[in-house]
T-cell receptor
Framework: DTGVSQNPRHKITKRGQNVTFRCDPI?????LYWYRQTLGQGPEFLTY????????KSRLLSDRFSAERPKGSFSTLEIQRTEQGDSAMYLC???????????FGQGTRLTVV | AQSVAQPEDQVNVAEGNPLTVKCTYS??????LFWYVQYPNRGLQFLLK??????LVKGSYGFEAEFNKSQTSFHLKKPSALVSDSALYFC???????????FGAGTRLFVKA
C-alpha cells in the first residue's frame, strides 16, 4: 500500500451516465497526476495538478472529462455522458517536493456497458 | 517530446536464470528514469530510479538497472529470477526540467519454475 487511496475500486455504469472518481493523496504530496490505462497498454497521462492548480491537461481528455483538486488535497475526476471507449483503469499518482518518483493508487476500473 | 520504447511484449525466463527487460528512451534534456511493476488488477509499484551519478542503480526485490547515455537505454536486470517476479513491468521517463512522466507500453515477464 503506497498511501494513495482511490475510490471506488470498481465502477460499472451504463453508457450515457456520469461517473466521478476520487483520489486521496499521501499527505504533504503537492503534485497529483491522473493516468488512464487500457488493457495491454502503459499508463497514459491525462492531467496534472500542483497544489490546487491544474497545470496541464492532455489532448486525450475530451470536454466530457473534468478534474478538480479543491484546496490542494483530494482530487476528483468526472466523466460525463460515458461511452464504451471510456472503459479503462484510471490511476492516480502523487509526488512530493522531495520525491522524484510518483506513488500510485490501486486504480479505479471503469466498465461502461 | 518524451517517449519510451519497450521492444519486447513478453520475456520468458526459467527460474534461477538471469533476466533482462529492455527499455530505450527519448527526452530533450537530461532524464529521470524509472521502473515500475504491476500485478493483476493493481496499481503500479515503484522499483527503482536513475537520477544522476552511478550508472548502475539498485532497487527493490533484487532488481537493478543500468543507465547507458550513449545508447539511451535503461535496461532492468536481475541475476536470478523468481516465479514471483512474473508481472508486468513498465519503464518511464521524465525530463529533469519537467513534471510529466511518460510510460512505455510494458513488458510481461513470465518466469517458469
Amino acid at each position: 500500500d503506497t498511501g494513495v487511496s482511490q475510490n471506488p475500486r470498481h465502477k460499472i455504469t451504463k453508457r450515457g451516465q456520469n461517473v466521478t472518481f476520487r483520489c486521496d493523496p499521501i499527505s504533504e504530496h503537492n503534485r497529483l497526476y491522473w493516468y488512464r490505462q487500457t488493457l495491454g497498454q502503459g499508463p497514459e497521462f491525462l492531467t496534472y495538478f500542483q497544489n490546487e492548480a491544474q497545470l496541464e491537461k492532455s489532448r486525450l481528455l475530451s470536454d466530457r472529462f473534468s478534474a478538480e483538486r479543491p484546496k490542494g488535497s483530494f482530487s476528483t475526476l468526472e466523466i460525463q455522458r460515458t461511452e464504451q471507449g471510456d472503459s479503462a483503469m484510471y490511476l492516480c499518482a502523487t509526488r512530493g517536493n522531495m520525491n522524484t518518483e510518483a506513488f500510485f493508487g490501486q486504480g479505479t476500473r471503469l466498465t461502461v456497458v | 517530446a518524451q517517449s519510451v520504447a519497450q521492444p519486447e511484449d513478453q520475456v520468458n525466463v526459467a527460474e534461477g536464470n538471469p533476466l533482462t527487460v529492455k527499455c530505450t528512451y527519448s527526452v530533450s534534456g537530461n532524464p529521470y528514469l524509472f521502473w515500475y511493476v504491476q500485478y493483476p488488477n493493481r496499481g503500479l509499484q515503484f522499483l527503482l530510479k536513475y537520477i544522476t551519478g552511478d550508472n548502475l542503480v539498485k532497487g527493490s526485490y533484487g532488481f537493478e538497472a543500468e543507465f547507458n547515455k550513449s545508447q539511451t537505454s535503461f535496461h532492468l536486470k536481475k541475476p536470478s529470477a523468481l516465479v514471483s517476479d512474473s508481472a508486468l513491468y513498465f519503464c518511464a521517463v521524465r525530463d529533469t526540467g519537467g513534471f510529466k512522466t511518460i510510460f512505455g507500453a510494458g513488458t510481461r515477464l513470465f518466469v517458469k519454475a
